[in-house]
C-alpha cells in the first residue's frame, strides 16, 4: 500500500517570497499526483493534476513538478491568499487508505 | 458552472442512522465520479469512497467498507452517503467532490483515468456531522 508524506509540516514563509513544498510517495506513481489548497473552513480546491497541469483558473504562481515518487509544488511569489494548508494526493494504486498525504500548512513569517 | 451542494449539518446521537446528500449541477452527472472524503477536526483528508452515478459502480476504501454505504440517483443528479448506526468517532466534516474519467495534460497529451482512482476537481461545500450523546 502507498504512503504518501509530506514535508515540511508547517512552512513560515514571508509575502512576496518563494515556497517550496514536497510530496513523497513510498513507491512510484507515476505522474498520477494532484495538490489541493485548504482554506480554514472552506472546502479543498484543486491546483494541480498530473503533477503539473495548473487546474481551471489556478494563478501561473502555482507550479508542480516531479513523477515516480518525488513531487514539488511551488509558489513563485507568495500572496495574502496563499496562506492555507496544501495536500498532495495519489491517484494511481489501489487501495486510497492513505491517498493523500497529511499536508503542509504554509503560515506567515 | 460547476456545482455541488450538499445537505446540511446534522447533529445524530450514537447508534443512529444518517443519510447526507450532494446534489450535482452545471455538468452531465452521469458522466463524472463522485467521490466522498472525510476530514475529522483539525484533521487531514481521508478517501472513503466513489460512485459513477452512470452505471452505479461503486468503491470503497477499505478503511470504510461496510461502514458507510455510498449510493446515488441520476433521475435527480444527487449521490449519497449513509449509515446505519453512528458512533461518536463518525464526528467529522464530510466532502464530496466530482471526479473525472479523463484528462489533458499541459503538453495536450490525453490520459484515460480508471477504476475510479482519480482526482477531484470541484467539490461541495461540505457536511458537518457531530454524533454525541
Known amino acids: 500500500e502507498i504512503v504518501m508524506t509530506q514535508s515540511p509540516a508547517t512552512l513560515s514563509v514571508s509575502p512576496g517570497e518563494r515556497a517550496t513544498l514536497s510530496c513523497r510517495a513510498s513507491q512510484s506513481v507515476s505522474s498520477n499526483l494532484a495538490w489541493y489548497q485548504q482554506k480554514p473552513g472552506q472546502a479543498p480546491r484543486l491546483l494541480i493534476y498530473g503533477a503539473s497541469t495548473r487546474a481551471t483558473g489556478i494563478p501561473a504562481r502555482f507550479s508542480g513538478s516531479g513523477s515516480g515518487t518525488e513531487f514539488t509544488l511551488t509558489i513563485s511569489s507568495l500572496q495574502s491568499e496563499d496562506f492555507a494548508v496544501y495536500y498532495c494526493q495519489q491517484y494511481n494504486n489501489w487501495p486510497p487508505s492513505f491517498t493523500f498525504g497529511p499536508g503542509t500548512k504554509v503560515d506567515i513569517k | 458552472e460547476v456545482q455541488l451542494v450538499q445537505s446540511g449539518a446534522e447533529v445524530k446521537k450514537p447508534g443512529e442512522s444518517l443519510k447526507i446528500s450532494c446534489k450535482g449541477s452545471g455538468y452531465s452527472f452521469t458522466s463524472y465520479w463522485i467521490g466522498w472524503v472525510r476530514q475529522m477536526p483539525g484533521k487531514g483528508l481521508e478517501w472513503m469512497g466513489i460512485i459513477y452515478p452512470g452505471d452505479s459502480d461503486t468503491r470503497y476504501s477499505p478503511s470504510f467498507q461496510g461502514q458507510v454505504t455510498i449510493s446515488a440517483d441520476k433521475s435527480i443528479s444527487t449521490a449519497y452517503l449513509q449509515w446505519s448506526s453512528l458512533k461518536a468517532s463518525d464526528t467529522a466534516m464530510y466532502y464530496c467532490?466530482?471526479?473525472?474519467?479523463?484528462?489533458?495534460?499541459?503538453?495536450?497529451?490525453?490520459?484515460?483515468?480508471?477504476?475510479?482512482?482519480?482526482?477531484?476537481?470541484?467539490w461541495g461545500q461540505g457536511t458537518l456531522v457531530t454524533v454525541s450523546s
Open positions: 467532490a466530482r471526479g473525472p474519467t479523463y484528462y489533458y495534460d499541459s503538453s495536450g497529451y490525453y490520459h484515460l483515468i480508471q477504476s475510479g482512482y482519480t482526482f477531484f476537481d470541484y
